[in-house]
């Protein structure tokens, strides 16, 4: 198992430009998420996802996109991408919410 | 709102010896986790432990052990005999789940902890 992989691993957006950050999870887990690490911080919940077709607001959803068509991928969507959003990104998933979360290695994100 | 406060923002220990990472938090709901992650120079995010909240007995995985004082809302991390491979941040967070869209997980700040030879 791969477990949960993200790509790409570095991005460099100008101000305004829109991109994909990809998930990827092969232990057929229900439970995906999208959290940004700011400097110095912990993690806040972006958008997470119960199953396949259903997604909830986290604690920072502004200026984010998600879907889920499938139980493996949750990719997340910057629209008109802003300096505050340069961050480092890390997706999660679990088996339910009781389980432990997976973390992929993460998206370094610069926004300039 | 749920918070959780780290008040060490580094610590170092020496190889082999014990150390006690601080954790409080506050929330209003009766069911929820406690955690302490891991997170190396790599970035990856590793759970060391948990604790759920309805259990008085405190959580222990091998060096790594809490001292969860409910009452106190205290979640303290202690590690035993220090490996050099323990160098990393550690973050203290909270899940809380009442149901519906209601899922919040909030982390605190982080200890930078340095384990040195």
């Known amino acids: 198992n791969a477990g949960v992989t993200q790509t790409p691993k570095f991005r460099i957006l100008k101000i305004g430009q829109s991109m994909t950050l990809q998930c990827t999870q092969d232990m057929n887990h229900n439970y995906m998420y999208w959290y940004r690490q700011d400097p110095g911080m912990g993690l806040k919940l972006i958008y997470y996802s119960v199953g396949a077709g259903i997604t909830d607001k986290g604690e920072v959803p502004n200026g984010y996109n998600v879907s889920r068509s499938t139980t493996e991928d949750f990719p997340l969507r910057l629209e008109l991408a802003a300096p505050s959003q340069t961050s480092v990104y890390f997706c999660?998933?679990?088996?339910?919410?009781?389980?432990?979360?997976?973390f992929g290695p993460g998206t370094r994100l610069t926004v300039t | 709102a749920q918070t959780v406060t780290q008040s060490q923002p580094e610590m170092s220990v020496q190889e082999a010896e014990t150390v006690t990472l601080s954790c409080t938090y506050d929330t209003s709901e009766s069911n929820y986790y406690l955690f302490w992650y891991k997170q190396p120079p790599s970035r990856q995010m590793i759970l060391v432990i948990r604790?759920?909240?309805?259990?008085?007995q405190n959580a222990t995985e091998n060096r790594f052990s809490v001292n969860f004082q409910k009452a106190a809302k205290s979640f303290s991390l202690k590690i035993s005999d220090s490996q050099l491979g323990d160098t990393a941040m550690y973050f203290c967070?909270?899940?809380?789940?009442?149901?519906?869209?209601?899922?919040?997980?909030?982390f605190g700040k982080g200890t930078l902890l340095t384990v040195n030879p």
């Open positions: 967070a909270c899940r809380v789940y009442s149901g519906g869209s209601n899922y919040k997980l909030t």
């Open positions: 999660a998933s679990s088996y339910d919410r009781e389980n432990e979360q997976y």
């Open positions: 604790q759920e909240a309805y259990k008085q």
